[in-house]
């Protein structure tokens, strides 16, 4: 077996035991073939917290099978919806009782503050899993008249077999728990690759799987490079579906990878370049806070986040200057510290957000709030907001993943929704108004596969996400997130009839 290593989280004193191995078939295990590692880096310091084992192709192929034959045997159509409820719900308390430990292990591989990480990121992903083990013992189908006198049919919604699950690095816990939730209930099994970058609490999870009580095989962890693992589960001739969170570029190789092999059921989440509407009747107040929330949470590693910020002309000095202020008022920081943000989560993607400021400043956008590099340690990207952008800008036309605001201005609802809708995406978008007529016009006319009207960036477990466009394909929460894991199949019953021959 590979060994766990003992990390101290500098600022609490807490020793926790790292798994550092493969997951599989409920034991943390050596690659099969090779000696490969993968760094962990606290983004806060720039310094190592240890290395993993990375897998190859083969350990894929090692994970698949034991999640193969944990569906033909122990899990799938072999056990109850009460018995997957039962091991989900442990799951949710165990996850619940670690919470702390959890946030702390999240913060130090992601950087997002530990409040943040346990009270919203944690306590989230235990209701999701609660959420959906509600759901493992209420599956149905339908029976369907076809002739009363002589046949019946009837619909069973099946668990759609092994599932290959790749999750991003900005959500590590929460994107966890929206795969693994609805692929439990409805009876599949897994096989999760989390981000190369922040692996370390998906291993920690693992060890939940078996306390919990759950078979081997049916939750199998693989860490490793996208260009590895991703690219092996997405060609998997024995993988029946993959989900994936990502990028739009990498969801096209999974999807081409899927077609290419075994036609394979794919649910994509990809990126965003969300637009925020604030109209003139808007609580103003109001709506500079949730503007900031849309970009800020998270220091702006969001699929959602609100980075394309239009504000009616007639308020638009007035709500700029506000907005500034809201985003001098946010705390960045260390995530063990009393911060409302942290850094963004490694160099590569540091590097990323400031070329794009770096962008937005040759282009002649204008800076209002931020724009500058801190000195010392640590990946920070203070709040930046550009004014008097332009539509052909590279800030404005493509998705940054951090904490920096184009707004600009317009006159019309009319102009409002072309320049909002002008993206090639379409995950989310906002909108702020007091006038109801407004508000119901707009949202149906923004092209997004989520819109949110006086507020931002709120899910709930019990409504469905998705994107529109180059955004995605599928949903997740909700009963449609479950559908995405069923294969639906029809029954024929011929109880009357007989067949004359020849015919």
């Known amino acids: 077996m590979a060994q766990p290593v003992e990390i101290t989280i500098p600022a609490t004193g807490r020793k926790i035991a790292v798994p550092t191995g493969l997951f599989i078939n409920n034991e943390f295990v050596p690659s099969v073939d090779s000696k490969d590692t993968i760094q962990t880096v606290n983004p806060a310091t720039e310094e190592v917290i240890c290395s993993i084992v990375a897998g190859s192709a083969a350990d894929i192929d090692v994970a698949v099978a034991a ?13 109850t919806g009460f018995e997957r409820s039962r091991l989900m719900n442990k799951l949710a308390d165990l996850m619940e009782r670690d919470a ?9 591989n992601n950087g997002k503050p530990v409040r943040v990480a346990r009270d919203f990121d944690i306590g989230d992903s235990v ?33 759609i077999g092994v599932c290959g699950q790749i999750i991003p690095w900005n959500y590590p816990i929460n994107m966890w728990s929206w795969k693994i939730a609805p692929a439990l209930a409805a009876g599949c099994t897994i096989v999760m690759k989390p981000s190369e970058i922040t692996p370390l609490t998906a291993l920690k999870l693992s060890e939940l799987f078996i306390e919990a009580g759950f ?23 024995d993988v029946d579906k993959v989900a994936f969170t990502g990028s739009t570029v990498t969801g096209r190789k999974i999807m081409e990878a899927a077609a290419k092999s075994n036609l394979k059921k794919v649910s994509l989440e990809l990126g965003g370049k969300s637009p925020h ?50 985003a001098r008022a946010m705390k960045i920081g260390d995530g063990f510290g009393d911060v409302s943000g942290g850094p963004v989560v490694s160099k590569a993607q540091y590097d990323r957000v400031w070329s794009y400021i770096e962008s937005g400043k040759s282009e002649g956008a204008k800076i209002l709030t931020g724009g500058e590099k801190r000195p010392g340690k640590g990946y920070y990207v203070d709040p930046t907001i550009f004014t008097d952008v332009k539509p052909s800008m590279k800030i404005v036309r ?7 605001l184009a707004v600009a ?3 019309t609802e009319e102009e409002a929704i072309e320049l909002a809708n002008d993206t090639s995406y379409g995950l989310g978008a906002g909108l702020h108004s007091n006038d109801a007529n407004q508000c119901m016009r707009v949202s149906s006319a923004l ?46 019953w011929n109880f009357g009839e007989k067949l004359d021959w020849p015919f």
Not at 68 to 73: H, I, M, P, Y
Not at 217 to 223: D, E, F, K, Q
Not at 398 to 404: L, N, S, T
């Open 398 to 404: 493509e998705e940054i993943f951090g904490p920096v």
């Open 100 to 108: 702390e430990m959890l946030a702390e292990l999240e913060t130090l």
């Open 409 to 411: 201005k317009f006159k």
């Open 215 to 237: 078979p081997p095989g049916v939750l199998n962890t693989v860490p490793s490079l996208g260009s590895v693992g991703g690219a092996a589960l997405s060609s998997h001739l």
């Open 277 to 326: 509407v604030i109209f003139e009747s808007a609580d103003l107040e109001q709506a500079a806070n949730w503007a900031a929330l849309g970009i800020l949470y998270n220091s702006g590693q969001d699929c959602t986040a609100g980075s394309r910020l239009f504000v009616q002309d007639t308020i638009y000095e007035k709500f700029t200057t506000l907005l500034a202020e809201k």
């Open 447 to 492: 092209e997004a596969g989520t819109v949110w009207v006086n507020q931002y960036n709120m899910l709930n477990n019990n409504v469905p996400f998705g994107g529109k466009k180059q955004s995605g394909i599928g949903r997740e929460l909700g009963s449609y997130g479950l559908e995405e894991y069923m294969s639906i199949k029809a029954v024929h």
């Open 67 to 79: 999640a193969r034959k944990a569906f033909n045997t122990t899990w799938g159509k072999n056990v």
């Open 127 to 159: 209701q999701c899993v609660r959420y959906y083990a509600g759901w493992a013992d209420k599956i149905t189908g339908q029976t369907i008249e076809v002739d009363n006198k002589t046949k019946v049919a009837f619909t069973r919604h099946e668990p």
